[in-house]
Each structure stands twice: as C-alpha cells, then as structure tokens.
C-alpha cells in the first residue's frame, strides 16, 4: 500500500510530482519520531553491539529520513517557491537537531567503540573506522554545556547557510535590464531571441537580460556596448552584498558563520575550522593546501601574466581598448581568441545540439565502462526533465546488454526560474545491501545543469564549456551509480574523501578534447553537418587559451577559503583578507566594489568550507588517472577497453570503500604527480 503523503512512499521512486508544501511537516515529524525510537532501541543498555544489528535497526530508519529529507532539499533547490521555502526552512532545524543529536550521542558511540572490527568486513572496517572518526568530529566526546553549544551551533549554521543560499538566488532572480537592440549589438542570435522572448512573455518592449548564465556570460563575452557590459558586470559581482539591496546582503551571514565555526572548532580542541576541514580528507593540514595551492599559483603565474599582457596590447591595437576595465576582459578575450584561432564559441556552439552531445557521451560511456544506457520513465518536477537507467553490458558479448540494473539518473538540464544557479550532481538513494530485507537497493542520482533553452523549436545549443560541465556532472553521477560496494556509508561517493571526490567528475572532462568522441557528439544544428575537423583543431589549439589566468581564479578562490578559515578573524571584516590574496595570486585586479564572496556559495552553503582547494587537488589526481588512457589509446583515437574497466574497477567500484590514495595505486601502480595536470593545461 502507497501512503497518501508522497513523502513517505519508499516502494520505488519518489513520487516528485505529487509533493505539496504542505507534506513536508507531517512526513518529516513521522520520520523523526521514527528515526528518535530507533535511536533509543539501539542505545538501550541490552541493545548487542553488533553492526549489523545496529544497522537493522538504527540505519534503516535514518536512510528513510535522509531520503525524504533529500528530496525536500531537493525540490527547494529546482523548484523553489514561497511555500516550500516556508515549509523547507519550518522544519530544518529539527532535522539538523536529530543529525546532530545522532553524530554526538555518547550512547551510540559507545556502541561503535564496542564493536569488534575483526568482526567485520573490509567494506564494513571502513565504515565503522569512518564513524568513529565522525561522532568525534560531531561532538560525541562533549559533554554538558559545551554539547549544548555544539548542538546550537549546529543548528544556527543550518539556518545561516540555508538563508545564504536564498539570498544568493533571490538577488540573481531580482535583476532585470530590458535592453534596446542596438544594445545588444554582437550578442548571438540566439541569446537576443531568448532576451525577446522573455520580455514578451511579460508584455515587456525590448530584450530581457538576467544574471542568470545563459543571458550573462554572452553578454559579457559578445556584446560590443561597453555600457552595457559594465551595467550587468557591476549587477553581477555586487550580488548579495552591501552594494546592492540591503535585504539580500549577505554580509553578516557571513560573519556569523566564519564565527560559529571557529567556535566549532575550538570546541573540538582544534585551533580553527581549517584544522577541523582537512581530518576526513586527503591533505594531511592546512599548511600542507596552502604550500600547495602556493606552489601551483608560482609556476602559472608567469603564464597568466602573459596572458594579460597579449589582452592588453591586443585591447589597445584591435579594439581601441587603451585601459581595460573588469568588464572589459572576457570580451577582450573572446575577440582575441576568435582573432588568434580563427573561430568564435558562436560558431562552436551551432555544433553542440544538446540530443547529440548527451548520445555522444552516452556512448562514450556505454564503450569504455561496460554499460547501456537507456531512457527510462519516472514522476518529475518539471516537464523538461529527463530519466534513464543504466544496465550491465553482457561481459562476452560488446555492446549488447544483460538487463541487470545497475542504477538510474535524472536529468534536469535547463535554466529557470526559482532554480538555483550552477551545477551539480546530488543522490536519491545510494546502492545498499538492505539488511530489513535483504534485498539490493540499487542506486539513483540527479545531474542538474543550467543550460539555456532551445528557441523556435530548435534543440538548446550548448557552449563547448556547457559540453565539459555536463561530462563532469556525469563523472560524479558514475562515481555514485557505478558502485560495487554494498555498505551504505562507503558505497559509492559515501565515505569518499572530499579533497578526492571530484577525481571522476575532473576525469570525464577530458574526453570532450578527444576528435575520436567529440566527432560522435556533434551535428550542425541547421545542416546536421558533423563539426569540422579543422574547427576542432582550432579549438584544441585554443584548449590552453588563458590557462594561467584560469588557474590563478580558482587558487585565489582556494586561498582565500583556506585562510579565511585558519588566520583570519571572524570578528573583523574579510574584505581586506580578500583583497590581500588577491594582491598576492591575481594578475588582474577587480574593482573595490567587486564582492564575489557574497555569493561564494561552495564554502557558505555547499559543504566545501576550507575545502575549496579540492577541486585543484583532485584535478591533480584527474589528469594523472587520464594519462593511462593517453598511454593506451588505440590506433583509432579510442581510449582502450581495457584501460577503462581497470578505472572502473579501481575508482568508480571501489567508491568510499577504501582510502583514495590506494584506490589512485590500484589504478596507476604509484602515488599521483603533478606532471599530467601541467601538461595538459600547457604550463609544463
């Protein structure tokens, strides 16, 4: 029998199309009360320290909880409107409260502390060493006011980050500028068909341009008016911030949570949050992050500065640019791109129709990692969304499948409205071994984008960066799916240490620069003509077209995050710590009323607070992992078979069952270097 509350139907799928504001409260009270009796059953004095009977009991009720909750948060990430933001942030805080009640409970720990690792599995020694280390770091070794506090803390920083997050998406929703045609001069077809279309649906005159990415980055890229640049430039980088409405200003959020967490951290015993960041990763301290992003920044600073310099002198002969200002460089270094290779991300762009990139990767991934991938159909939130299921490849017989289910996904690809910004992969439910019944979950992901729509019936266009971003999202969705692990907590991305959880999704990025896949995934969206091999060239020869100042933008995001975390105090303003790891890494600086970092939602509500670094950290172990299949591509261009099942195996099954670095030496037979990620961003 289904229950009349969608949310709490765990039979198969979630029921995402039937789900009100209004279910949110009684589900999540149910599945609380539930999740709170299990909790007293397995801490009750007689209850056996056994893992499999902690996880009976306590594990099913809390996977229940986490599921339904999931797709909530869900929701209010893709869907967001008044009333479900409402009914979200009415009962985040009892949520928060059991999570941080169950990671700190000195009963519960003591369970665990009591179990027999050589009782276990090597998937369970994992877990139960992972746990331990977890109700450490959840304050189970607290007691009396200083848990309290804890408890508090946990529950003021989920409110805090929520608020972030809404302040980041309602200031992005706000602005509006309906420009004029000749305004719009340069700006692709398109993009201006888009702008029209939008202002007519609200009876408007002119072109509507948002913040959003779609109708923003063209602009910045293409549009010859330097006015009007600089207008949605300055709408852009004040978002969120003491420059723009007050009443998205994030400002003192963000003060109020560096401090909770520096008092988190020091509740622990640790000296500062950073400390507290790096326990469950690879890095082994703070220093160690800083010393690297360091020595990385010093050898492509020459590059980057490089870079400016032909900017500059291009800017001055070719545009009648003499001084360029913030909103003048990513026009500057489209024009000058197009000038140097010969082609324009316009022109690119009619090749990527998003039907055949998506097949494209399909098979991509159907070939290397012994898969089918096919659609399949499932209740969604929004009719653009897309379901499929991926199935074991039959191990004798190449590209025919033997129906096994390996997992599903659902694609959620374009822009919207009440959808927040950026792009992500999140799970639905993970693959576990259910000990209730017996039976094997398998897994489901979401890969959302934020692609622009297709205009007069065409398919959407996506820019060449589109096509890298959705590969990377389906890195991560694989990491996830493609598990052989059987222990929820370690069972795919579970588990997997943060500095390394985007190898695969980093990993996946490179195919988008191989003609032997890309030539599969393109058709012209007019002709249906496949994209020019001497188009590609230029586009290969541009892949390292301002590498340096790239890699540069994501140390000083990286930087700026780790010490905003260790040296700096949260009782002053981070304005200044900002401009001086600016001073110190960038070789262009912003504006004074630039505040990126008021909607630097990755460590204010995203998880990855000191812990930005990750992304240049994993892209290290990314590039090394894709130099085996370089050294084993084939004669035909195509990444060997072989190479890909040994990833496969290594990384993607392995998922958080094991360290990353022995997963990293099962695959490569050593420790990673540095070398690949040079080579490949031309800087070695």
């Known amino acids: 029998m289904t229950s009349s509350n969608p949310l709490l139907d765990f039979t198969d799928l979630p029921r995402f199309d039937e789900v009100r504001p209004e279910h949110v409260a009684p589900a999540v009270d149910e599945l609380l009360a539930q999740a709170d009796q299990a909790l007293a059953t397995v801490t009750a004095a007689g209850f056996p320290s056994r893992w499999a009977d ?134 692709p077809p398109d993009v201006v068909q888009a702008a029209r279309a939008a202002a007519e649906a609200e009876g408007r005159e002119g072109f509507k341009l948002t913040l959003k990415m779609p109708s923003y980055l063209p602009v910045m890229q293409f549009a010859h008016s330097g006015a009007l640049r600089e207008r949605m430039y300055r709408a852009y980088v004040t978002r969120a911030s003491d420059q723009g409405d007050p009443k998205f200003d994030n400002t003192a959020l963000m003060r109020e949570i560096l401090a909770l967490r520096r008092e988190e951290a020091r509740l622990l015993g640790y000296a500062n949050f950073g400390e507290v960041s790096v326990v469950p990763k690879m890095a082994d301290s703070p220093q160690q992050v800083v010393t690297f992003l360091r020595d990385l920044a010093r050898r492509a600073r020459p590059y980057a500065e490089k870079d400016v310099a032909d900017m500059r002198a291009f800017a001055a002969a070719r545009l009648g640019i003499a001084d360029p200002q913030a909103w003048d460089w990513s026009y500057i270094g489209e024009k000058l791109k197009e000038e140097r290779y010969a082609f324009s991300e316009q022109e690119v762009k009619q090749y990527f129709t ?148 985007e190898l695969p999704s980093q990993f996946m990025e490179n195919f988008c620069w191989e003609w032997s896949v890309l030539r599969h995934m393109t058709a012209h969206v007019d002709t249906g003509a496949p994209l020019p091999r001497e188009l590609f060239d230029k586009m290969l020869a541009a892949k390292n077209f301002q590498s340096g100042l790239a890699t540069l933008r994501q140390i000083e995001f990286g930087l700026f995050d780790m010490l905003l975390h260790t040296q700096h105090d949260p009782a002053q303003d981070f304005m200044p710590l900002l401009q001086q790891v600016r001073a110190e890494v960038a070789v262009l600086q912003p504006p004074p009323f630039s505040r990126t970092a008021h909607t630097f939602s990755h460590i204010f509500s995203g998880g990855y607070a000191a812990g930005y670094y990750s992304y240049k950290w994993a892209e290290v172990l990314s590039a090394d992992a894709y130099a085996a299949f370089e050294e084993t591509m084939g004669s035909d261009g195509l990444p060997s078979r072989e190479t890909g099942r040994k990833y496969r195996q290594a990384i993607l099954e392995a998922g958080g069952s094991r360290p990353a670095i022995e997963s990293f030496k099962a695959f490569r037979g050593r420790e990673p270097t540095l070398d690949a990620l040079l080579r490949h961003q031309g800087m070695a």
């Open 54 to 187: 902690i996880a009976k009991v306590l594990e099913t009720a809390t996977e229940r909880l986490g599921r339904a909750w999931g797709v909530v948060s869900h929701l209010n990430g893709v869907a967001d409107t008044p009333e479900l933001r409402a009914a979200y942030n009415a009962v985040l805080p009892k949520v928060t409260d059991f999570w941080t009640r169950l990671g700190s409970d000195e009963r519960l720990f003591a369970k665990y502390k009591a179990i027999d690792p050589a009782t276990l599995t090597a998937e369970q020694r994992q877990a139960h060493k992972n746990a331990i280390r977890n109700f450490v770091l959840g304050g189970a070794e607290l007691a009396g006011q200083a848990k309290e506090r804890f408890a508090a803390i946990q529950e003021r920083q989920a409110e805090l980050s929520q608020k972030f997050s809404e302040n980041a998406l309602d200031a992005t929703d706000a602005f509006a500028y309906y420009a004029r045609a000749d305004e719009l001069d340069g700006v």
């Open 354 to 501: 998003a039907p055949k990139v998506l097949a494209g990767l399909f098979k991509i991934v159907e070939t290397l990692f012994e898969v089918g991938i096919r659609r399949d159909s499932a209740p969604a939130w929004n009719p653009t969304v897309e379901f499929y299921r991926i199935e074991r490849s039959h191990p004798e017989r190449a590209g025919e499948r033997d129906g096994r289910l390996v997992g599903q996904f659902y694609l959620d690809a374009a822009a919207r409205t009440g959808k927040r910004g950026g792009a992500w992969m999140d799970d639905v439910r993970a693959r576990w071994l259910r000990p209730d019944t017996g039976a094997l979950q398998t897994p489901v992901a979401h890969l959302v984008c934020n692609f622009a729509e297709g205009v007069d019936g065409k398919p959407p266009l996506l820019m060449h960066d589109d096509v890298i971003t959705l590969f990377h999202e389906f890195g991560h969705g694989l990491h996830h799916m493609l598990t052989h692990v059987d222990e929820l907590d370690v069972s795919g991305i579970s588990g997997v240490e943060w500095d390394a959880v």
